[in-house]
C-alpha cells in the first residue's frame, strides 16, 4: 500500500508513537538521576495501571473472571515485569541509541515466536531478515566493551527485553480475542507492581529537577498511555509493511535527541549495525501481519 492512500489520521498517529517511542530512552536517561531506573521502572507501571483502570471504569469495561488471571499473569510477567525492567537497567548501562537501535528486533522476535508456535509460515525471505537483524544486533551488543562489563551489559539487557516483548506479543493477540483492551491493559499493568516492586523497592528522589519530572511524565504519559491510545484508535487498519517501515524512525529520532541532549556520540559501528538490524527487521517482516503489526498489540513494550 502506498503512503498516499492510507487515511491521514494513521499516518499521523503512526509519526506520533514512532516519535514517542524514540524519545522514551532519551526521557528516561534524563530522568534517571532523579528517580533511579528502579523508580521510573515503577512509576511507569504504577501511573499507566492508574490510567488504564480509570478508563477500564469510565467504560464501564467489567473485570476478569478468575479463571483467566492466570494468563494474563503470564503475560504480564513477559511484556511488563521483564520487559520494563531489563529495558530500564540495561538502559541505565548503555546509551539511548544502542537502546533504540535494539527496540527494532521486538517485531523480529515476535515472528520467530510466531513461525515456532506455528502461527506464522517459514519461508527463506523471512530467514534471511532474520539472520541479517541478528545480525546487526549482535554488531551493536558487541561494539564496545563486548559482554564482559559496561556498555556490552546494558545492550544484552535491552535485546533481552525485546526478546521478552517478542514472547508477549504473540500471547497478547490471544488474550485480545477475548478481554477487552482496556480491561487488558488494566490487568496486566495491576498484576506487574508486586513483581515491579519486589526489584525496585519504593526508591526516593534525589533532589529532582523540573525537567526530570517533565521526563518522567514523558515516559509514563507519553510511551506508554499515549502510544497505546494512539494505537488503539488508529494502527489497526495499517498494513503491516507500512508499520515496519515507521518503525524505523525510532531510532532516528532517538539519536537526534540523545546527541544533544545527552552528549552521545553516534560511531561508525553503530551506524552500519543500525543500517544491517532496520534492513533485516524489514526484510524478515514484510508480509508478517500477526508478529509485526503494531496496531494489534495491546500495550506498548519498552
Not at 50 to 63: N, W
Not at 186 to 191: D, I, N, P, Q
Request: charged fraction near 10%; proline fraction near 7%; charge should be positive.
Amino acid at each position: 500500500m502506498s503512503p498516499p492512500s492510507l487515511p491521514l489520521r494513521a499516518v499521523v498517529a503512526l509519526l506520533l508513537v514512532q516519535l514517542l517511542f524514540g524519545l522514551h530512552p532519551v526521557a528516561a536517561k534524563l530522568a534517571f538521576p532523579a528517580f533511579g531506573p528502579g523508580g521510573v521502572s515503577l512509576a511507569r507501571v504504577v501511573g499507566a495501571a492508574l490510567v488504564f483502570q480509570a478508563v477500564r471504569v469510565a467504560r464501564r469495561e467489567p473485570g476478569l473472571p478468575w479463571r483467566v488471571h492466570g494468563r494474563v499473569l503470564v503475560a504480564a510477567l513477559f511484556g511488563v515485569v521483564a520487559n520494563q525492567l531489563l529495558f530500564v537497567y540495561g538502559l541505565a548501562r548503555t546509551t539511548a541509541t544502542h537502546a533504540a537501535l535494539l527496540i527494532v528486533m521486538v517485531p523480529v522476535v515476535a515472528l520467530i515466536v510466531a513461525i515456532l508456535a506455528g502461527r506464522e509460515r517459514f519461508s527463506p525471505h523471512r530467514a534471511l531478515g532474520i539472520v541479517v537483524a541478528l545480525a546487526g544486533a549482535a554488531l551493536v551488543v558487541t561494539g564496545r566493551g563486548a559482554l564482559s562489563g559496561g556498555e556490552g551489559v546494558g545492550d544484552a539487557m535491552v535485546l533481552g527485553n525485546a526478546i521478552c516483548y517478542g514472547i508477549y506479543l504473540v500471547l497478547g493477540r490471544d488474550l485480545l480475542v477475548t478481554i477487552p483492551p482496556w480491561t487488558l491493559a488494566a490487568t496486566l499493568f495491576t498484576w506487574a507492581i508486586p513483581f515491579v516492586l519486589l526489584v525496585t523497592g519504593v526508591p526516593m528522589p534525589v533532589s529532582p529537577t523540573p525537567l526530570a519530572w517533565a521526563a518522567l511524565a514523558s515516559v509514563v504519559l507519553g510511551s506508554t498511555v499515549g502510544t497505546y491510545l494512539l494505537n488503539l484508535l488508529a494502527l489497526r487498519s495499517v498494513p503491516a509493511s507500512v508499520v515496519a517501515v515507521f518503525v524505523c524512525l525510532q531510532p532516528i529520532v532517538a539519536a537526534l535527541l540523545a546527541i544533544p541532549l545527552l552528549d552521545e556520540t553516534l560511531d561508525a559501528r553503530t551506524l552500519w549495525a543500525g543500517v544491517v538490524t532496520v534492513v533485516g527487521m524489514l526484510v524478515a517482516t514484510r508480509g508478517a501481519p500477526e508478529a509485526s503489526r503494531q496496531g494489534d498489540r495491546p500495550v506498548h513494550g519498552t
